[in-house]
């Protein structure tokens, strides 16, 4: 771009009639805009085949056996194509606006940064860079150095995009008119377009609240509370971006995991990072809480909420501990000369030094086995030894005969190969191994909480009381510990009946935290802890050492003085990075933190956090060491049983009081039309909440309409056919009871949702079929419902 009109800072107060075609100087401003939009462009390109170019020799570069050596070409190569893929990302909508200063010449703000390879200077602003800033918050009152903010509308495809026309806030001294932002006409297109399928990102029209909360600190836990519409989810993805990019060398190293409520909302906006050039995220969901297991079903209101209290905690440290049994009678082992028996009091000395290492329920079974088999042989060389000594008869006359004492000749070589023949017998035999596994057996998390649920007296034994011992005993003495030493016995009871579940249930998404708690306590099965460390070869071990002692060094440098902060070696030891490193094939951060359950994350986002139990706190915070956490959530939405009733209720036992709290209070998707009516159901259930104020009016309003059941199908039918005429482009869906009875075919292509599948989700046009039903159930559903709507909302009542 020649440096003349780089510098050109033309102050021309376009209003926002201003179009195309209206105005020779308006057409003449347009062109320069498009000019310099494609000289951009050209930068892009440019810089795109240079790091494609880079990446390509990092990947050719051969490495040699030199550990060191191997590391650099892998960063290298992964920091070029990180770079490649973010400009690829920014190539669509690349540069949206302009900022002009007091000073100095005009500043362009867009999707990543871009310097210009002729002088070396910033040619394009990233806009989470500080000198996009006021690109978002200047105002009038509060100008930040801006006289002119200019946003550009954009059209075509890269790299042939032009500026299809563009508006200015001038923000100069008496220029300026204190613009409301519902006058912000590319706001206002962006809320008025036909939604997608997926979410959009608006780094074009951040508002100013909302990129307060954006550009917050990395540290310390923040809630966010905002009604329906607020822009939660994207503001949270947005400081998600914000946060990579301005923290990238820490956070793009350990990822950052995003919660969300349903499958179906990580679909709709999981895109959106990715569209800003991120790419280490983990999406999950509550569900997928526990390694390997996919759980979706729902529980009983009272048993969810059992389930999601912190008592549950201790509740599975007892269960843990009643499968470390004592056997109900005396297990008798036949070896070749001798029986052995394992009774109560061995079992229990066995077990009182198996739960004394403090490992896992797993990996201390060895020691209980172990423990097990010394005490039996030394029981077996004890009996064996009484069998050979002389009769009492005998012994007398020997002893009268005054005969001088005859040492036995060998008897530790005797005894030392008795013990090792016991030992070897012992080892073959199947009841002392049955025995074992009856008394301590391996556990996988799915499997101890099948049994749990689906027995009583396990249930009763996990309820704690002074009549409920773990380890099969009332007797007071067995309980001499746990797996790491906890239970005491002294912990209030909590009767776990209300859980009992026949067996073959599917998991329930209040399982998950369970049975992550449970991996915990249990640890892998021996088998796999095993495999794990012997695919790790000596080499790589070697590599994720040096790698480790790097990002250490790195961090360092990166914390500075604070000794508060964690380091990589907080996160990961050396043996787990290994694990994680597939030679020659460069998995990204996020696909190696979702594979592995000990990850541990920079930052969590939690969405629809109101949803999250106490025990989903507890099992994610274990994944987000650094209590570095954005959550978001609105309390008049919650309708899990087990969600959250106060904030302070959810965080407290993790956090006390470190944590701060932020409100959002514009409703950027439901139009004031159907707000109203939404207010009003609010106003039903939780009169304490405000709702948000609609930030647009569309002029239609909402419709009711009561059939009988008879006429559903074709009153349905012929709603859904006017709906789908009037959608151009958009999207369109039915929200029914959650314990609906199908709907008629009528309804076939269109999406179904129930008001939890439909949380965090939008579209152009809501029907809602037998909204009694859903308010009978849970009214803060039907407000969720009524929200979901961009445009058009008709709800469909039932005739009893
Ligand atoms: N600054 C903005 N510019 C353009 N669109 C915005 C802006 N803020 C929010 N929106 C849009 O408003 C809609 C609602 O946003 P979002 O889904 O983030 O709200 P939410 O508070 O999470 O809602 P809910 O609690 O109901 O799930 C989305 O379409 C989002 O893209």
Redesign the pocket.
Known sequence: MPSESKATAVHLNCSTADKPGTSPRFDEELAAETTRLRWLHGLLTGELAAVDGRAATARATPAGEELSARWERDVSEFRWSERAGALRAARAGLCFGRLDQREGAPTYVGRIGLTDPADGESALIDWRAPAARPFYCATPVTPLGVTRRRHFRLAGTAPDERVATFHDDVLDGELADDTEAASDPA?LA??KAP?GST??D?VT???AE?DDIIRLPLAGTVVIE?G????????ALHRVAYLLYTHRDRLARSGVLVVGPSAGFIRYVGGVLPALGESAVVFTTPGRLAHGVVATAADPPEVARRKGDLTMIEALRRAVADRQELPAETIRIELEDVTLELDRATAREARRRARATGQQHNAARSTFRDTLGRLLVDQGLERLDTRLEDPPELAELLAGLNLPEIEPAGAAEVSAELRHELREELRAAPEFHEAVEALWPLLTPQRALADLFGSLDRLAAASGGPDHAPGGSTDPGSVDGSVDGSVDGSVESTDLSVLYRAPGSPWTVADAPLLDELDELLGPLPADAAAAKSSIAEPDARYAEGVLTVLTSADRDLAGEDADELRASDFVTAEQLAARHVPGVPLTVAERAAGDRDWRYGHLVVDEAQELSAMDWHVLLRRCPSRSITA?G?LA?RSAPAGARSWADVLGPHLAQRWTHRS?TVN??TPAEIMVPAAAVLATYAPEHRPPDSVRETGEQPWERTVPPAELSAVLSAVLDAERSRLDGGTLAVIVPEDADPLPAAVAGVAVHTPSSS??L?FDSVLIVDPGRIREREPADLYVSM?RATRRLGQLHLTS
């Open positions: 706001l962006a809320l939604r979410m959009r608006i029209t951040i508002q909302q905002g329906p519409g607020t822009g939660k989810t994207a503001v978001v609105d939405q959002l950027y998707r949380k965090g939008e929200t």
